[in-house]
């Protein structure tokens, strides 16, 4: 366990979705847009029960479509989700006013939920259900939002207890979805070699590793990545510890696993929850395991397939967070910063409060340690291959200032999918623009064309510009090297915050 950022479960996130609702998850369930055409539920591969639970997916062609919003996965949460270890289905959101004869560019949407909750399903994203009908429609392109497992059905190993087991389940599972498309999206009018990977939080990091995915390396061709947790990933040592605690705590051995109740299988989340922060604050508790064969590297420090790339991040990330840390773990150097020397500890901790810790303090230390470093690191590699473009949302309004988040965690989601825009108050008007505007631009992004910027265009980042876009409203606005104060603040401990 050596990561020392703290990403809670999404539980943390109740207080923002508290001001928000879905408005398409009413009563009823789903509404329907009239310019969109749906396909709900649609099966990518067997059922991963019985005998093919904890084994990689097997792959459908011609699986009956649920035509509803398919169960999510099985997760630990306090919403009232229909959930099923049965849940490899995707769905599909078609422009109805298409040309016929010219297939549209392909997004597959992949949810996050620190790989322990989310889904496609209604509800499943904290209160949310993923509609990209407006997003199909202003960008021009076929969404297709995947299912996988998560928690200990998609991202615990137990490889290392016995050959009935493996590995990077939930990873193999937006595999198999991407398969599914290169074989079958044609039939929906999309152009399977024109793919672009879209992901938020954990879905981001996960988009991330099928860059490091030899069998994935084909079946898209760019990648846009809002908030990735770039350094939750485990090792086989890792991988092999946690498995074995989390062992221990179903009351069980390995060999029972398989044949478990469900429910059963859930009950060790929390417990794994609070192992898992006791060693180090800040990372998932559940992660993708770097095994070498099928997951070849560790993001943060290489791209073995890279594709040009949208990176961004929002500035106040971690507030949310820190609202629900408790203080008193952040003044342990083992827990915070660790393998530092105290002195540069002490020095980093200043520069955020002279009474470190405090809640601002805490959120803003670790706004920039999980999120505003790991993403110029990342970015750098990225220069070494090929284009990318980065951003930072800075805008926020109405119950995000009342509530004291700011522009955290999920923020930009809300004007980029043109949902709960009322809850920006007396800006919403602002945040449709800024939200058409962005459509707009991922919209160029996924056509492979360049992307609009006021009367000019994105800037791509490199290594001498250092071009950021920064969303602070309606307008373009591109600075050159915005964060650099904190990225010279955090280079004397670079070799504690990558792994």
């Known amino acids: 366990m050596k990561r020392n950022y703290f990403l809670p479960s ?21 509404t329907r847009q009239d310019n969109v055409t749906y396909y709900l539920g649609i099966p990518f591969a067997k ?34 989700l229909e959930m ?80 009935e087991f493996e590995s990077n389940l939930g990873l193999k599972d937006i595999v198999a979805a991407l398969g599914w498309v290169k074989r079958n999206i044609a039939k929906y009018n999309g152009d399977p070699q024109n793919v672009t990977l879209q992901g938020q939080s954990a879905g981001a990091a996960l988009i991330a590793a ?82 070498g064969t099928f997951l070849k590297e560790f993001p943060s420090k290489k791209i073995l397939y890279p594709k040009p790339v949208i990176l961004g991040t929002n500035k106040n990330e971690s507030i949310i967070f820190a609202k629900f840390a408790k203080l008193k773990d952040f003044g342990k150097a083992e827990h915070t910063l660790p393998y530092t020397d105290p002195e540069i500890r002490s020095r980093i901790f200043a520069q955020y409060s ?58 930009e989601m809300f004007p980029l999918f043109n949902k709960g825009l009322k809850y920006f108050g007396v800006k919403r008007k602002k945040a449709f623009r800024i939200g058409a505007n962005m459509r707009e631009q991922f919209g160029a992004f996924i056509h492979g064309e360049p992307m609009p910027c006021g009367e000019s265009y994105w800037k791509p980042y490199d290594q001498l510009d250092k071009n950021v876009l920064v969303i602070k409203d309606d307008t373009c606005n591109q600075e050159r090297n915005p964060d650099q104060a904190v990225i010279e603040r955090f280079k004397p401990v670079d070799h504690i915050l990558l792994k």
Not at 12 to 30: R, V
Not at 86 to 105: E, M, R, S, V
Not at 108 to 135: L, N, Q, R
């Open 10 to 30: 999404l539980v943390t996130l109740a207080l923002l979705l508290i001001f928000s609702e879905n408005a398409i998850a009413k009563k009823s369930g789903f």
């Open 47 to 80: 059922p991963p029960v019985g005998e093919l639970r904890f084994k990689a997916p097997v792959p459908i062609d011609d699986g009956k479509p649920l035509d509803r919003l398919p169960p999510n996965p099985m997760q630990d949460t306090w919403l009232d």
């Open 84 to 163: 099923s270890e049965d849940c490899l289905y995707l769905n599909i959101f078609a422009p109805k006013d298409q040309p016929k004869d010219k297939p549209l560019p392909v997004v597959v949407w992949v949810y996050g939920g620190s790989y322990t909750t989310g889904g496609i399903g209604e509800k499943a994203a904290m209160g949310f259900t993923y509609d990209m009908g407006d997003y199909a429609v202003d960008t021009n392109s076929i969404v297709v939002a995947v299912n996988y497992r998560v928690n200990a059905f998609g991202f615990a190993d137990f490889t290392a207890f016995g050959p």
């Open 210 to 291: 099928l860059m490091n995915v030899e069998e994935a390396k084909d079946l898209f061709q760019r990648v846009i990545l809002e908030s990735p947790c770039l350094e939750s990933f485990y090792d086989r040592e890792e991988a092999k510890e946690f498995a074995a605690e989390y062992i221990k705590r179903t009351g069980g051995h390995a060999a029972d696993l398989p044949k478990m109740a469900a429910e059963d299988l859930i009950k060790p989340i929390k417990e794994m929850d609070k192992y898992v922060r006791s060693k180090k604050m800040g990372t998932c508790s559940f992660n993708p395991v770097v095994d």
């Open 354 to 411: 002279k009474r470190y810790p405090t809640k601002k303090s805490v959120g803003n230390l670790l706004t920039d340690t999980m999120y505003t470093v790991p993403k110029y690191r990342y970015a750098a590699l990225l220069t070494e291959h090929d284009l990318a473009y980065l951003y930072r949302f800075d805008f926020y309004s109405g119950m995000f200032r009342t509530a004291g988040i700011k522009a955290s965690h999920m923020i």
